[in-house]
């Protein structure tokens, strides 16, 4: 998978003297968790692909923590790995992730957002995702575009894995990828910090 690379460049940076040996624990911790996200990719749901890269998320901080690295130390190489990951790689990726704010209010993103409801709205896996659309534009700053995470797979398998305490560093990229995407996200609570829904809705950054 394309992501595992920045978890490698990561980890050589970090630990320069074992990082072969902490990949390979990473790598295989991750093929034990694998058959808890193999139903991501066949699930109708397409939310649930995201639980691949979190279980090799999940993985790192397992064996990052074995290593006796402590919270602070693991929460700083997860963002680096996950800003690394996400971050334009040149003009064309950037103009791409600013694309769907373009095309949100047409035709063409009001026929994707249908799509997406229709997809999203029911469990493609009891270990998945469960999200409601909103589209009322009063609801969402006028974007016309929002969702709730009623049921969240990274949450369900990182408890499942006795490591609930590392949920909210991937919430913590979530600012940042609605940034790259000339977006201001606007959210008053998330499963993980002990509300019962993820809201996420975003503002247009006036440039």
């Not at 493609?124 to 534009?137: A, E, L, Q, Y």
Request: net charge positive.
């Amino acid at each position: 998978m394309s992501y595992k690379k920045y978890f490698y460049q990561t980890i050589r940076e970090q630990f320069p003297a074992d990082h072969r040996q902490l990949c390979e624990a990473i790598e295989a911790h991750y093929q034990a968790i694998f058959p808890d996200v193999a139903f991501a990719r066949r699930s109708p749901n397409p939310i649930d692909k995201r639980l691949e890269f979190s279980a090799y998320f999940l993985a790192t901080a397992q064996v990052l923590e074995q290593r006796g690295e402590n919270f602070d130390t693991i929460r700083q190489i997860c963002l680096d790995i996950t800003h690394a990951l996400v971050h334009p790689k040149n003009g064309f990726h950037a103009w791409l992730k600013r694309l769907p704010v373009k095309i949100i209010r047409s035709p063409l993103g009001k026929l994707l957002t249908r799509f997406m409801e229709k997809k999203t709205t029911k469990l493609g896996h009891p270990d998945g995702f469960r999200v409601n659309m909103i589209t009322d534009p009063a609801l969402t700053f006028g974007l016309g575009y929002g969702i709730d995470i009623m049921e969240c797979g990274i949450c369900k398998l990182f408890q499942k894995h006795d490591a609930w305490r590392y949920v909210s560093i991937l919430c913590e990229v979530d600012k940042l990828t609605a940034s790259l995407a000339g977006l201001e996200m606007v959210r008053s609570g998330t499963i993980a910090g002990g509300a019962n829904k993820c809201d996420f809705r975003w503002k247009a950054i006036k440039s």
